[in-house]
């Protein structure tokens, strides 16, 4: 292939800033390719916002026979838990066990079973789970995760919050992460790496030039609009896949997307130990509720069809009664609408693989590679859990119609701020409140999960808590504003309270104003640098 690269033309045109997007342009920028990455929005904006902040394999993907995601998912748990071990960190995962438990019936198991144990009509025998587990135990491989054991719920901290039907349980490992951070911290090390970040640009066309795809976008704030030179197309719109296919780069596809609504809600604290529960339902289904920025509790999530990626995922009504009433089966104090304080919801863009329901929809990501004339690659569905092997994997393909790549890189490379041990956390806390003694434990503990090593960098030569400028509101000051502006992309209040952080959760609706005026004062880099 003729060497078409120059000073005005890129290797790779990213549109979307989601994880996949931005996993890919670091992995890509990190080879030494030419990277430009175009998000309409804020980074993290739509799917990669709006999960239910897990690193898992899917225990439940078992059921459909999903091995090879599933695998992949374990293996890379703990790859990603040494990266990032300020947004990561492991978490124990209970199932109380009973005879009631249903299998969503649609699933391979399932109907299985219904075959060779017609008398078990749909239900989880406890042998079927514990054979689950040892595969999820085995299936990857483990060194710092424990396996699987069973828990007597009676008189144990577990079995304290759980209506007393619920005896026994089993209990397994899995992994948190902070998503919308995670994705932010990717595309600080593309930028690092020389990738080019636009955020607030759209992708107004993309058209075929030869061997060159000529990109015109335009800046959402200011109207600027923008030609661009590429070598090749990555199309990581998530929910909007489709329509870049369609109506912007104008591909003649049968490749389709289905959009899955994911809805969540955050309660107060409704327990007091540090372990998540899973609780099956009698539908099949499953969701989790999972202790959530130190005093709230994280319920979902749903599996609703959704038609339109433009029309903004809301948690319904009905979503919401759902959650509560599913949740209500096992605690044993109800929660109700009352005690929901935040709720959200996102748009999981599957590979239309023709499943009959949206819950047994793939989960496993799917690349294709459109190479008639400049070529793109269109990327469907993909998990939290394995972007970084989606990244390789398009590496792969890009490989395959650029040449020269150099080989992967990312596996075990930390990420911004992650560079310490995956059981160095508590250390890292004792240490900042050691070198800055007016931080609260509160205070430290939050620093050190966002920025790990690099909350030095935003407390500076502080001595004391006004050295850090305005205080708008639950810890968050003016010195880390200015860090968010200059350094992980942010540009207005909610970028920063629920993207950058949860502290959304804390701030009044006066905080949150307070700071969107601060940082339209100081909106460009090089105000936000004079701080």
Known sequence: MTDLRDISVTDLFIIGGGINGCGIARDAAG??????????????????????????????????FEFRLVREALIERETLLRAMPHISWPMRFIIPYHEDMRFESETPTSRLLSIVMPWMKGRRPRWLIRLGLFMYDNLGGREILPGASSLQLRGSPEGAPLDDRFEKAFEYSDCWVEDSRLVVLNARDAAAHGAQVMTRTKVLSATREGNIWRVETKDTETGETREHRARMLVNAGGPWVGNLIQNTVRLNSTEGVRLVRGSHIVTRRLYDHDKCYFFQGTDGRIIFAIPYETDFTLIGTTDAEHHDPDVRPECTPEERQYLLDFANQYFKQDIGEDDIVWSYSGVRPLYDDGASSATAATRDYTLKVDANGAPVLNIFGGKITTYRRLAESAMDKIGAELGGIKDNWTAGVPLPGGDFPVDGFETQVSDLKNTYPFLSNFWARRLVRAYGTEARFILGTAETASDLGQDFGATLTEAELA?????????????????????????????IAAIDDWMVRHNSPAKAAAI
């Open 31 to 64: 080879r030494g390719l030419t990277v430009t990455l175009a998000e309409m929005n804020d980074l993290a904006s739509a799917t990669s916002s709006a999960s239910t902040k897990l690193f898992h394999g899917g225990l439940r993907y078992l059921e459909y």
């Open 483 to 511: 860090w968010l502006m200059k350094q992980e992309f942010a540009r207005t209040a909610q970028d920063v309270v629920w993207r950058r952080s949860k502290l959304g959760l804390r701030l009044s609706t006066e905080e």
